[in-house]
């Protein structure tokens, strides 16, 4: 009883690994490409878009004009 079994991973489970490592390379890929093709110039003014984040939005309207 002293043999060596290598655990064998399902199909489904390798498929799975192939595909996040297939995505991960496009992602990598990706990123190179848009931080070598982004201005390094701060946007031009009126396209900063700001977001904020709040809760008790009831009753809150937007005012007109």
Request: hydrophobic share 45%; aromatic share 10%.
């Amino acid at each position: 009883m002293s043999g060596s079994t290598a655990r064998q991973l399902s199909p489904f489970i390798r498929i799975m690994i192939a595909i996040f490592l297939l995505l991960l390379a496009f992602w990598i890929v990706l990123k190179i490409y848009i931080a070598r093709t982004e201005p390094s110039e701060p946007p031009a003014e009126g396209t900063k878009v700001s977001i904020f984040v709040t809760s008790e939005l009831r009753g809150y309207r937007e005012p007109c004009g």
